[in-house]
């Protein structure tokens, strides 16, 4: 029995350290460009959806509102107080629902994460998240701001409180850094553990039967996984580049890197609070069903 657990912390200490060495780097990057953002240019990133009020933009709003978002540093839990500050200045709902898509989707940490995916998912999922935003932002517009309806209730949200107030900007940026690191490492090296554990006891023809062998339920299936197994970005590319290399389909990956953030637990309880009930299950049932279609267009070759 000794023998056989040391032979499989073997061959696991194997894995690991190989999916280590290939994800770190991208991990530790990750982490410094996001906290010099963080530090340096959030409220640079902000102050650029407020310059967008001013000018007759309309619907097509939408689309820098999404940019912004894709570029702000915040979780879900900072991201909410800045768009009820942006919403008390005026911002559109449409435009507002962009930001806060493209922000709960995608970050500039998240963007340097997925490149250990290689280029081509790299562009698929900057793309589609991409899309998603802006398409959730002309859906308000439709369906919402046409209507003169209101999609969002910030009452009782102030704009938090910056804790990068060290006078030394190094200090600030040593401090985020940290931050960044207690909150993500832990999940990442979660990550890479069941990325080496699929390595050793799940064959890749269990992957390819999944994920690729049928691929509208191969997406069906990447969709609804992503809802309870995504906690943390960086912590789940270590098992994508694993379920990639094992046969999964570029859309199913796409279908998971769409509802994983989408309907990560720590944003639908921010995202609850300013959505009420009706809002709240359209954006999940939007969230569903974008995914789905999207890793359906993406497979539509192999499909077809």
């Not at 407020?50 to 900072?78: D, F």
């Not at 998240?110 to 935003?133: D, E, H, K, N, Q």
């Not at 006078?167 to 090296?189: A, D, E």
């Not at 094992?246 to 639908?268: E, V, W």
Request: proline residues 5%.
């Amino acid at each position: 029995m000794i023998d056989i657990l040391r032979r499989e912390g073997i061959y696991l200490w194997y894995f690991f350290s190989i999916q280590f060495e290939q994800i770190a780097g991208y991990w530790a990057i990750g982490i410094a460009i996001g906290s010099v953002t963080s530090v340096f240019g959030k409220a640079r990133i902000h102050q650029s959806i407020q310059s967008l009020h001013g000018k007759n933009l309309g619907a097509l709003g939408v689309i820098p509102a999404c940019v912004i978002g894709i570029a702000s540093p915040l979780c879900m839990y900072g991201t909410v107080p800045i768009a009820a500050s942006f919403s008390q200045q005026g911002i559109p709902d449409d435009w507002l629902a962009a930001f806060m898509m493209g922000s709960i989707l995608l970050n500039p940490q998240l963007i340097v994460y997925s490149a250990a995916l290689g280029p081509a998912m790299l562009t698929v999922r900057i793309i589609a998240c991409f899309v998603c935003g802006v398409a959730a932002g002309f859906f308000v517009y439709a369906f919402y701001k046409r209507k003169n309806k209101s999609y969002f209730t910030f009452t009782g949200f102030s704009e938090p409180a910056n804790r990068d107030t060290d006078p030394s900007p190094v200090i600030r940026l040593l401090k985020n850094i940290w931050r960044n690191v207690k909150i993500t490492g832990p999940y990442f090296l979660i990550g890479v553990l069941l990325s080496a554990m699929f390595q050793r006891y799940v064959p890749e023809t269990a992957i390819v039967r999944l994920f690729g062998s049928n691929r509208a339920f191969g997406i069906l299936m990447a969709a609804s996984i992503g809802v309870p197994v995504y906690v943390c970005g960086g912590g789940t590319i270590p098992l994508l580049q694993q379920w990639l290399a094992g046969g999964m389909s570029a859309g199913s990956a796409t279908a998971f890197m769409i509802t994983g953030p989408a309907t990560k637990i720590t944003n639908l309880g921010a995202l609850k609070i300013v959505l009420g009930m009706k809002g709240f299950i359209l954006y999940i049932l939007f969230s569903l069903a974008f995914a789905f279609l999207s890793g359906l267009l993406l497979d539509l070759p192999v499909l077809i």
